[in-house]
């Protein structure tokens, strides 16, 4: 899609309801309660920095985009501090992998900052997914449901623009943030996977199946970012290619 596009996909997103049916208090895991203060964290942020730098080297359509991407992610923190809330639980106020991921992203120009919060929205869809087929509260299922829906998108709009920005840039620069985003990637999973080894234990899951499917959306999306349309014949088309889920 266009950026254009993309607006009238924001705009419409911002406007649409989000009915969650919130009935009281939830009694949830503790392990489930810290889980969900560390997505809250992550997702509350006003985005001075990045929307400062889109402003200054982008288009004022796609600003715009990334003003209502910012947005977004903010109405998804509140609907996890509301669970948090419900569950008799806060937000927490200082998380030192969040602190990292600010710092590390403040230094970027806009294209880099991007790859890392694209790495962490790469993260995260797998995660909560896992939540979302996982846990037993209905609201907690709903709330995250919501988020994943909106988060395929988020997906989407990086891809659209961050393919444009990748054919601009030389073989050896792609290669470069393509290790970097892989690097990244590798880190942001064993961060999550020691992070959240609790919830993983709680709820009986098996982490490596996480880590797996997390590489195979980082497959797909670097498929976007870089790659041909062979890879489709190659692999999708191939009947010897059989497996069961
Ligand atoms: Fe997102």
């Not at 419409?12 to 208090?25: I, P, Q």
């Not at 489709?232 to 290619?241: E, K, Q, S, Y």
Request: aromatic fraction near 10%.
């Amino acid at each position: 899609m266009g950026t254009m596009q993309w607006l009238k996909h924001f705009e419409a997103s911002a406007l649409r309801e989000r009915d969650v049916r919130w009935g009281g208090s939830l009694a949830l895991d503790p392990s489930l309660v810290a889980s969900l203060q560390t997505f809250q964290r992550g997702l509350t942020s006003p985005g001075v920095n990045l929307r400062t730098k889109v402003r200054r080297a982008c288009t004022p359509e796609y600003a715009r985009c990334i003003d209502l991407y910012v947005a977004e992610k903010a109405v998804h923190a509140d609907l996890l501090m509301r669970l948090l809330w419900d569950a008799g639980s806060e937000p927490s106020k200082r998380q030192w992998t969040d602190f990292l991921f600010r710092h590390v992203r403040r230094r970027f120009d806009w294209a880099r900052e991007l790859v890392v919060i694209l790495t962490v929205e790469m993260a995260s869809s797998p995660f909560f997914r896992i939540l979302a087929n996982n846990v037993d509260d209905p609201t907690v299922r709903r709330v995250l449901e919501l988020i994943l829906e909106d988060q395929a998108y988020h997906l989407g709009f990086h891809i659209d623009h961050l393919r444009e920005v990748m054919e601009g840039r030389t073989g050896l620069e792609r290669l470069a943030l393509q290790q970097l985003s892989g690097a990244l990637f590798a880190t942001t999973l064993s961060i999550v996977i020691a992070d959240h080894r609790e919830l993983f234990a709680a709820l009986g899951y098996d982490k490596l199946k996480y880590w797996t499917d997390a590489w195979n959306l980082f497959a797909q999306v670097q498929t976007g970012l870089n790659g041909s349309q062979h890879l489709a014949a190659v692999l999708g088309r191939d009947p010897r290619l059989k497996f069961a889920l």
